[in-house]
């Protein structure tokens, strides 16, 4: 089945280093790649998503990259700051209307 | 533009009550799908209702229902409440054929 899988479970990093997050999809199908930001009490904010005809995207510290050959996708934030620190969840989807499968989440601490 | 409101924020209830959960999309949004994440995992898709019909569903029982109002807003229906059900249910709109779900705070449902 449809299927996304993400490491690490956890990732400490002193403030100023990079984090770099990994996951891995099952359905070849899956065309649209967000990654969601959850900081404790709220629900899921989207920090940045790509698409399966670009093999990277950039937004300021964050950037994305995908493999879809292999069916890898990275997230990474450069320059980390303390209120990084949060749940950061990969997802994959199929459609614009589809279910989006998220994976199981990475607990990102950044020590100032 | 106010986002993805869900009400209550908190709700306890016993084992064998029932329970009702609103969302209201973002503005311009048409499709919302509901999600129930556990402590410490990821969301997983319950369904998602399009022009006031469940259009997908996922691995959830037929205890958990739902509907969509003519305004886009939406209901989640829960009977028969167990233990397990315990969890941050979690309201996403999108819309005009687009992929990205924006998600609501959540409504956090403690059985007791």
């Known amino acids: 089945g449809e299927n996304v899988e993400q490491h690490p479970s956890t990732l400490s990093v002193q403030e100023g280093d990079s984090a770099v997050i990994k996951c891995t999809y099952s359905?070849?199908?899956?065309?649209?790649f967000p990654w969601y930001k959850q900081e404790l009490g709220k629900g899921p904010q989207l920090i940045i998503d790509?698409?399966?005809?670009?093999g990277e995207k950039k937004d300021q510290r964050i950037a994305v990259t995908l493999n879809k050959t292999a069916k890898h996708f990275s997230l990474h934030i450069t320059e980390t700051q303390p209120e990084d620190s949060a749940v950061y969840f990969c997802?994959?989807?199929?459609?614009?209307?589809?279910?989006?499968?998220f994976g199981p989440g990475t607990s990102l601490s950044v020590i100032p | 533009d106010a986002g993805v409101t869900q009400s209550p924020t908190h709700l306890i209830k016993t084992r064998g009550q029932q329970v009702t959960l609103r969302c209201s999309p973002k503005s311009g949004h048409d499709t919302v799908s509901w999600y129930q994440q556990a402590l410490g995992q990821g969301p997983q898709f319950i369904f998602q209702y399009y022009e006031e019909e469940e259009r997908q569903r996922g691995n959830f029982p037929d205890r958990f229902s739902g509907h969509q109002f003519p305004n886009y807003s939406s209901e989640l229906n829960v009977n028969a409440l167990l233990l397990g059900d315990s969890a941050l249910y979690l309201c996403?709109?999108?819309?005009?054929?687009?992929?990205?779900?924006?998600f609501g705070p959540g409504t956090r449902l403690l059985v007791l």
């Open positions: 996403a709109s999108s819309g005009d054929s687009q992929e990205t779900q924006y």
């Open positions: 997802a994959a989807m199929k459609t614009s209307y589809d279910k989006v499968i």
């Open positions: 359905d070849s199908a899956s065309n649209y």
């Open positions: 790509i698409r399966s005809n670009v």
